[in-house]
């Protein structure tokens, strides 16, 4: 018995140590943009005494932040709608259907994965200028899906090896083509892994800073990770004031997460226990 209660303590202690390492950074974010400057700069590790709501709304009136949202909202969804199409449509292709070559391409998307974005950050920047998409929606989307399907094509094509492929040659006995097999079983039999790389995906689109700032130089298209940046250049004293921009960005993100938890957890235990 004892040492079944020391098991536990072992997985408990350095799992409290991870929970506070992640809670903590947020909880102390809260506590500075509840603060005046004086207050940060006198302390800025002390509890605000007040709940101090103007910095937010300072944060929220100063840059633009509610077209910045608008800008980070259409370009994020249009980009997970088309990474979770093609990925999808992909994954399918790679793991059920068999074809000359398909190993090999599933190598180059995984071989893709270890290529950093500023390898290709020049090439990409050039490409997009003699194309004419910098500082335009489209071209964001583009960079977007250009960097984040290898990624979607990786997991997708895992999940969906773990159907037996006896599912597709019935659905094909039965009348089904190609598109038929991927529209009416791949895609419904998919929806846990769809859902789970499209949260990963969103938030990879969301928390971008890099692409967003290298495509979009117009002040009036930055998505809302480059507007929380300007906060800091314009009020580079005021911690309290980029403090709060920086809730501002994450609270889209954590309204998510608290809907869709349950669903998060569904789709990773599926991935791993299916088939």
């Known amino acids: 018995m004892s040492n079944v209660r020391w098991g536990r303590w072992l997985i408990a202690v350095p799992m409290a140590v991870l929970a506070l390492a992640t809670v903590y950074p947020l909880v102390f974010t809260v506590n500075v ?11 800025r590790f002390s509890l605000a005494d007040t709940l101090r709501w103007e910095n937010i709304a300072t944060a929220w009136n100063s840059v633009g932040m509610a077209r910045y949202l608008v800008n980070s909202t ?5 980009s997970v709608l088309l990474l979770l199409l093609f ?41 997009m200028s003699d194309a004419g998409l910098v500082d335009t929606y489209p071209g964001l989307v583009l960079a977007y899906v250009a960097q984040f399907l290898p990624f ?15 599912i597709v040659d019935a659905a ?8 038929g097999v991927y529209r009416r079983i791949m895609v419904p039999l998919g929806t846990p892994a769809l859902l789970s790389v499209g949260i990963l995906d969103a938030l990879f689109c969301w928390n971008d800073v890099l692409i967003s700032l290298l ?8 998505t809302l990770m480059v507007g929380v940046t300007s906060l800091r250049g314009q009020y580079s004293d005021d911690i309290p004031t980029f403090a709060s921009g920086v809730l501002i960005a994450a609270v889209p993100v ?3 997460y608290l809907f869709l938890q349950r669903q998060i957890a569904d789709g990773v235990a599926a991935g791993a226990t299916k088939g």
Do not use: W
Not at 74 to 78: G, R, Y
Not at 172 to 179: A, E, K, L, P
Not at 215 to 222: T, Y
């Open 33 to 43: 943009a509840m603060k005046t400057r004086r207050d940060y700069v006198l302390d």
């Open 74 to 78: 259409v370009v994020v969804t249009v």
């Open 87 to 127: 990925g999808s449509m992909a994954g399918f292709a790679l793991s059920q259907l068999r074809f000359r070559g398909s190993s090999a391409l599933f190598l180059c998307c995984l071989a893709a994965l270890f290529v950093p974005f500023q390898v290709i950050m020049v090439p990409l920047a050039r490409i």
């Open 152 to 166: 979607t094509i990786f997991l997708m094509t895992s999940y969906y090896r773990t159907i037996p492929t006896e």
């Open 172 to 179: 094909r006995i039965d009348g089904n083509d190609v598109y």
């Open 215 to 222: 495509l979009m130089p117009s002040a009036d298209h930055r």
């Open 254 to 256: 954590l309204v998510v």
